[in-house]
Nanobody, 117 residues
Framework: VQLVESGGGLVQPGGSLRLSCAASGVTFNRYAMSWYRQAPGTERELVAVITSVGGRTNYADSVKGRFTISKDNGKNTVYLQMNNLKPEDTAVYYC???????????WGQGTQVTVSS
């Protein structure tokens, strides 16, 4: 199983970015997909999750109304659209895959998002 994130970068406050996570070696609709982030000196925190079937979503309170998680089962890719970015969104963003009815968990290598003027 391999998860490869892309789309990070430097953006000004109020700007937007879209992160992508391409998954290989998985049957995509058997995994819940999520995005986590970790800022320096802090613990990794859940940002958003999308279920394996049905595509139900849930978000951290800090990003509700600004971030949107989605997925394309045909492309085995999950996205995180981030709008109205704030400096406190600066972190390394990680993609995670949780196989349903299993303890198997997989992580990507992370992509840096920096929000600064």
């Amino acid at each position: 199983v391999q998860l490869v994130e892309s789309g990070g970068g430097l953006v000004q406050p109020g700007g937007s970015l879209r992160l992508s996570c391409a998954a290989s070696g998985v049957t995509f609709n058997r995994y819940a997909m999520s995005w986590y982030r970790q800022a320096p000196g802090t613990e990794r925190e859940l940002v958003a999750v999308i279920t394996s079937v049905g595509g139900r979503t849930n978000y951290a309170d800090s990003v509700k109304g600004r971030f949107t998680i989605s997925k394309d089962n045909g492309k085995n890719t999950v996205y995180l659209q981030m709008n109205n970015l704030k400096p406190e969104d600066t972190a390394v963003y990680y993609c995670r895959a949780d196989r349903i009815f299993s303890d198997s968990v997989y992580w990507g290598q992370g992509t840096q998002v920096t929000v600064s003027s």
